[in-house]
Protein backbone atom coordinates (compact mmCIF):
# COMPACT_ATOMS: atom_id res chain seq x y z
CA UNK A 1 0.00 0.00 0.00
CA UNK A 2 1.11 3.68 -1.04
CA UNK A 3 1.87 6.05 1.83
CA UNK A 4 -0.32 9.04 2.25
CA UNK A 5 1.41 12.55 2.12
CA UNK A 6 1.05 12.85 5.88
CA UNK A 7 3.23 9.61 6.02
CA UNK A 8 5.70 10.72 3.74
CA UNK A 9 5.99 14.14 5.43
CA UNK A 10 6.31 12.31 9.11
CA UNK A 11 9.09 10.29 7.78
CA UNK A 12 11.00 13.41 6.55
CA UNK A 13 10.47 15.37 9.56
CA UNK A 14 11.32 12.19 11.85
CA UNK A 15 14.54 11.58 9.45
CA UNK A 16 18.14 13.17 8.79
CA UNK A 17 18.05 17.28 9.71
CA UNK A 18 18.65 18.70 6.17
CA UNK A 19 15.03 17.40 4.48
CA UNK A 20 13.60 18.33 7.83
CA UNK A 21 14.30 22.03 7.48
CA UNK A 22 13.65 21.75 3.71
CA UNK A 23 10.41 20.35 4.59
CA UNK A 24 9.90 23.10 7.02
CA UNK A 25 10.94 25.48 5.01
CA UNK A 26 8.78 24.53 1.84
CA UNK A 27 6.18 24.01 4.53
CA UNK A 28 6.25 27.78 5.42
CA UNK A 29 6.18 29.44 2.56
CA UNK A 30 3.23 27.42 1.52
CA UNK A 31 1.27 28.96 4.59
CA UNK A 32 2.37 32.11 3.82
CA UNK A 33 1.42 32.33 0.37
CA UNK A 34 -1.89 30.73 1.24
CA UNK A 35 -1.93 33.57 3.75
CA UNK A 36 -1.63 36.13 1.39
CA UNK A 37 -4.53 34.83 -1.29
CA UNK A 38 -6.81 34.63 1.38
CA UNK A 39 -6.02 38.04 2.53
CA UNK A 40 -7.00 39.13 -1.19
CA UNK A 41 -9.91 37.22 -1.30
CA UNK A 42 -11.36 38.42 2.41
CA UNK A 43 -10.88 41.85 1.11
CA UNK A 44 -13.12 41.42 -1.91
CA UNK A 45 -10.16 41.56 -4.40
CA UNK A 46 -9.42 40.39 -7.42
CA UNK A 47 -6.09 40.11 -8.67
CA UNK A 48 -5.84 42.63 -11.16
CA UNK A 49 -7.25 45.46 -8.35
CA UNK A 50 -4.37 44.58 -6.28
CA UNK A 51 -2.44 44.80 -9.26
CA UNK A 52 -3.69 48.37 -9.84
CA UNK A 53 -3.06 49.53 -6.12
CA UNK A 54 0.55 48.29 -6.47
CA UNK A 55 1.55 49.70 -9.72
CA UNK A 56 1.69 46.20 -11.68
CA UNK A 57 0.14 44.02 -13.75
CA UNK A 58 -2.12 40.87 -12.71
CA UNK A 59 -0.03 38.52 -13.96
CA UNK A 60 2.66 39.57 -11.73
CA UNK A 61 0.21 39.31 -9.07
CA UNK A 62 -0.46 35.57 -10.06
CA UNK A 63 3.21 34.88 -10.02
CA UNK A 64 4.10 36.62 -6.51
CA UNK A 65 0.84 34.37 -5.16
CA UNK A 66 2.32 31.10 -6.68
CA UNK A 67 6.20 32.22 -5.38
CA UNK A 68 6.52 28.92 -3.24
CA UNK A 69 10.85 29.35 -3.18
CA UNK A 70 10.41 32.48 -1.11
CA UNK A 71 11.70 34.78 -4.24
CA UNK A 72 9.45 38.03 -2.62
CA UNK A 73 11.04 40.42 -0.99
CA UNK A 74 9.66 41.44 2.69
CA UNK A 75 8.52 44.85 1.49
CA UNK A 76 6.97 43.39 -1.56
CA UNK A 77 5.00 41.43 0.69
CA UNK A 78 3.89 43.87 3.01
CA UNK A 79 2.63 46.01 0.00
CA UNK A 80 0.74 43.25 -0.96
CA UNK A 81 -0.91 43.01 2.64
CA UNK A 82 -1.27 46.59 3.06
CA UNK A 83 -2.82 46.85 -0.53
CA UNK A 84 -5.60 43.93 1.02
CA UNK A 85 -6.18 46.35 3.93
CA UNK A 86 -4.16 43.85 6.54
CA UNK A 87 -0.75 44.13 7.89
CA UNK A 88 0.98 40.89 9.80
CA UNK A 89 1.07 42.07 13.71
CA UNK A 90 3.87 39.52 14.42
CA UNK A 91 5.96 37.64 13.02
CA UNK A 92 6.64 34.34 15.56
CA UNK A 93 10.02 32.53 15.98
CA UNK A 94 10.76 29.62 17.34
CA UNK A 95 13.87 27.01 17.29
CA UNK A 96 13.93 24.61 14.15
CA UNK A 97 13.35 21.78 16.90
CA UNK A 98 10.70 22.37 18.28
CA UNK A 99 9.13 23.73 15.04
CA UNK A 100 9.53 20.49 13.56
CA UNK A 101 8.22 18.73 16.99
CA UNK A 102 4.88 20.60 16.58
CA UNK A 103 4.98 20.10 12.67
CA UNK A 104 5.02 15.82 13.89
CA UNK A 105 2.55 15.98 16.54
CA UNK A 106 -0.01 17.79 14.16
CA UNK A 107 0.14 14.83 11.81
CA UNK A 108 0.50 12.16 13.99
CA UNK A 109 -2.93 13.70 15.28
CA UNK A 110 -4.56 14.49 11.92
CA UNK A 111 -3.18 10.48 10.90
CA UNK A 112 -4.59 9.25 14.24
CA UNK A 113 -1.03 8.61 15.70
CA UNK A 114 2.16 7.46 14.57
Known sequence: ???SVDDL???ILRGPDE???TYLRHRW???VMADLRQ???DAGLSQAEVA???GTTQSAIARLERDHDGSISLHRLVDYVLACGVLP???SLRPIAEVRQMAIKALESKSGGG
Request: hydrophobic share 55%; charged share 30%; aromatic share 0%.
Open 9 to 11: ALD
Open 19 to 21: PAV
Open 89 to 91: EML
Open 52 to 54: ERL
Open 1 to 3: MAQ
Open 39 to 41: ARR
Open 29 to 31: LGM
